[in-house]
């Protein structure tokens, strides 16, 4: 694939979103962009990407289609609606789903695009707004190697760990895994900080020695110095936080698995959803801890 030939069109550039956008552009890539919100593509927009007024011209437009959206109601709709990527993307072209959503959803697309001669990779990510903005966020992919070695080079831009796991709904299964491992970490880091405050330590003092330990994690070292300086904002939702772990949830009940850290983690969210709190980022589950 030579870039300078490569139409690319990108569709969700929210808090992530926009970042990795911004890092294809800068790779030397055609960027179109879709979001049902124009306001939050205008940095792009004004930076060269070509805006596009609705999924369907969009996806007529372009070689490769990435998305990064909400919800798997999203993503289908995105995808497999009248007006939607595989409905009106060329043959032979490439669409990659970047949102965390149901590995059931992920083969649905990928055979509805292989009926058109469509390549489709399911590609989550880890690694927060931070790795979003550095570029350095680890992507989990599903699909077809060849396809998945195409598409290697526009990965690369966007992140530094870069694994195709297996077949297609791989690379979702594989970000349960990794929703499954954040959901304890996290609340230990939540109430590591609480008990050090209660226990009249001083927090960040706490944190060089826990953070140098065995307790060190990227949970800790991301978002531990967010809360002691009162940064709630999202880095990523709890709103999609919460939608991962129910995914997550299905999925190990489905194969029969009891995951009784992710149950508690989800239902400890779920309280902070009940107070309208959504909209955070999930190092604010400190403040239910804190009460």
């Known amino acids: ?71 798997p109601k999203d993503v289908e709709e995105v995808y497999l609606g009248q007006n939607g990527i ?6 032979g072209s490439y669409v990659i789903d970047m949102t965390t ?19 489709a990779l399911d590609a989550p990510v880890s690694g927060g707004d931070v790795g979003a903005a550095e570029g350095t966020l680890s992507i ?3 699909g077809d190697r060849e396809a998945f070695e195409n598409l290697k080079p526009i990965f690369e831009l966007m992140g530094k760990n870069i694994v195709l796991q297996g077949g297609v709904g791989a690379g979702q299964h594989t970000k349960m895994c990794n929703q499954i491992a954040i959901a304890s970490n996290i609340m230990g880091v939540c109430e590591a900080l609480v008990y050090a405050k209660k226990s009249g330590l001083d927090p960040e003092t706490v944190l060089k020695s826990i953070g140098a330990g065995g307790a060190a994690s ?28 129910k995914i997550a949830l299905e999925e190990a009940d489905a194969m029969g698995l009891d995951t009784p850290a992710l149950s508690l983690s989800k239902k400890l969210y779920d309280k902070l959803i009940e107070q309208g709190k959504g909209d955070l980022g999930t190092q604010a589950l400190y403040k239910l801890y804190l009460k």
Do not use: C
């Not at 870039?3 to 690319?8: E, M």
């Not at 595989?86 to 043959?91: A, E, G, M, R, V």
């Not at 959503?101 to 390549?119: N, W």
């Open 101 to 119: 959503s149901k590995p059931s959803l992920a083969k649905k697309i990928y055979e509805a695009a292989k009926e058109k001669d469509i390549f």
């Open 86 to 91: 595989i409905n009106n993307i060329k043959k």
């Open 140 to 142: 989990m992919i599903g």
């Open 218 to 245: 990227w949970q800790l070292s991301a978002y531990a110095p967010r809360i002691l300086n009162g940064d709630f904002a999202p880095g990523f939702y709890i709103k999609h936080f919460v939608k991962d772990m």
């Open 1 to 71: 694939m030579i870039k300078s030939d490569i139409k690319v069109g990108f569709i969700g550039t929210g808090v992530m979103g926009a970042a990795m956008a911004s890092h294809i552009l800068d790779g030397g890539y055609k960027l179109s962009v879709y979001n049902r919100t124009k306001e939050k593509a205008l940095a792009l927009i004004n930076k060269g990407a070509i805006w596009k007024a609705s999924l369907a011209e969009l996806a007529k437009d372009s070689d490769v289609v990435i998305t990064i959206v909400g919800y």
